[in-house]
């Protein structure tokens, strides 16, 4: 089969998400390792063992090479660019989900009272982090998605492998995130947020197309909202984010419950 047509193939039979995990965690320990004795930031929030974004695209391709050689590798790495896959509305998801859910965080901080710097970003910024952050979403996608979601909402349904997925990539990043200095109180809201968004995340990839891309964008999305709220990241809230998040997510489970297809409608 020519490669071009690859990355409309599914992923062989073989796929143990397990496996994926156990050697995720495995493959990041020297980032922590690093992030430790280097200190210090990439970016505001951003400590140095966030390089380990690489570590789900590494897993997943040493699985996927080692069960079925390299043109199933090349499928899987093809996946990156499959967006002519994506529905139409699946782009105006994966674009303005995550900016509508930062401006409502900051609606709901004034109305509390809590005052808020003016945004401080221009076009040029927006898409330096833009490009930044889906280089680095898709080396992740190209793990969550492409590898481990197809077999787990298969076995498991949708809710479960959201949750599921989600639940790792809490824990995956908690030393991160303790790195970056943030609270046990800031890490258990921004978890909450975490689960909500990757059950979006599979309902989107699910019934948006199944394309890898729609879930690099609105991963992507997410990180460039986060990071000009206002000035940086300086004022995210973990908390309010977290809520809107939650009820936003209420909506494809109560479309498509814990669906066991990756097909069918939105």
């Known amino acids: 089969m020519p490669l071009r047509y690859a990355a409309t193939q599914r992923l ?4 143990l998400p397990s496996r994926f995990f156990g050697l995720l965690f495995g493959l990041s320990v020297p980032f922590w390792v690093l992030g430790m004795l280097a200190g210090g930031q990439l970016l505001p929030g951003l400590p140095v063992s966030a390089l380990m974004a690489v570590c789900p695209v590494l897993a997943a391709g040493i699985l996927v090479w080692r069960a079925s050689g390299w043109q199933a590798l090349q499928a899987l790495l093809l996946r990156a660019a499959d967006f002519a896959r994506m529905r139409p509305w699946a782009w105006l998801v994966a674009l303005a989900t995550m900016p509508a859910v930062m401006l409502l965080s900051a609606a709901t901080l004034i109305l509390l009272g809590q005052p808020l710097p003016a945004p401080q970003f221009d076009l040029i910024q927006i ?10 979403a898709t080396a992740e996608e190209l793990g969550w998605t492409a590898y481990a979601t197809g077999a787990l909402v298969e076995r498991h349904g949708m809710i479960a492998a959201g949750l599921g997925i989600g639940c790792v990539a809490v824990v995956w990043h908690v030393i991160p995130l303790l790195q970056a200095g943030r609270a046990w109180d800031w890490i258990a809201w921004w978890a909450l947020g975490t689960m909500a968004r990757r059950v979006l995340i599979v309902w989107l990839y699910a019934r948006g197309g199944q394309s890898v891309f729609s879930a690099s964008l609105f991963h992507a999305m997410n990180n460039v909202s986060w990071m000009l709220f206002p000035v940086m990241g300086s004022h995210y809230d973990p908390a309010s984010t977290a809520v809107i998040l939650l009820m936003l997510s209420v ?6 419950g814990n669906s066991r297809s990756l097909a069918g409608d939105a």
Do not use: Y
């Open 127 to 136: 898409l330096l982090l833009l490009s930044l952050f889906l280089v680095a």
């Open 12 to 15: 062989p039979e073989h796929i």
């Open 251 to 256: 909506l494809p489970v109560a479309r498509v």
